[in-house]
């Protein structure tokens, strides 16, 4: 398991968000390339960015500003916000983006998935922001009747490389990440689950780390995304990311 740091964009500049919700952004940095090289050197494996107005768009809005954080980065990057067409798939990963985020069309377009696996393997991922348990789509915007599960379970055979489960009632806001939710979908798929929204703290990463498995099925959380608490100073990036690699 590895800690990811998110970077979230908007109008380029790196914010968080409470629920999901774009006028509750609170701005952390106006230089998103300096924040990406800062977590880099505090030990961070991947980086996970977001273009939140992208999200909403349904197209890249702010490309200039992950280029430039592109540019600095020696590590992986995640990508997701906006991409819904295997042309911008494209444009994405020919940039220097190690794994792109499918939500949005991951719900509407299942096939865009199974097609972008088939021509980047192991470089798509499948984003499920849940709702009460039901996947949420459009930046948050549109709760769907889709369950969480039965979206992943789409996507079995697809070559998904990971799929990031957001519990959007816990996002930004520090009560702690839905761990039992989590782990039940690792349960249930093969495919290794990043966990995301409400980490708190540093205890919530040894809970995390002591339920990632693998389980009987072979699936397992491979990874936990974390955003205002290392920007509010409750997690220190550095010890969190340490302990994980050493345990």
Known sequence: MILIPAIDLKNGQCV??????MEQATVY??????MAHHWQEQGAQRLHVVDLNGAFAGEPVNAETVRAILAVLTIPM???????SLE??????????????????????????KTACRHYPGR?????DARDGY?????????TTIRALDLARRFEDAGVAEIIFTDISRDGALSGPNIAATRALAEAITIP???SGGVSGFEDVRQAHANAGPFPNGGRISGVI????IYDGRLDFRTAAAWLAEN
Do not use: H, M, N, Y
Request: hydrophobic letters at 50%; one cysteine or more.
């Open 193 to 195: 689950v990043i966990l």
């Open 78 to 84: 995640q990508l997701g916000g906006g991409i819904r």
């Open 16 to 21: 968080r968000l409470f629920q999901g919700e």
């Open 124 to 128: 798509i991922a499948v984003g499920i």
């Open 88 to 113: 911008t798939v494209s444009f994405w990963i020919t940039a220097g983006v190690r794994r792109v985020i499918l939500g949005t069309a991951a719900c509407r377009d299942p096939e865009l998935v």
């Open 29 to 34: 940095s106006f230089d998103p390339r300096a």
């Open 135 to 143: 996947v949420a789509v459009a930046g948050w915007s549109e709760t």
């Open 226 to 229: 974390t955003g205002k608490a």
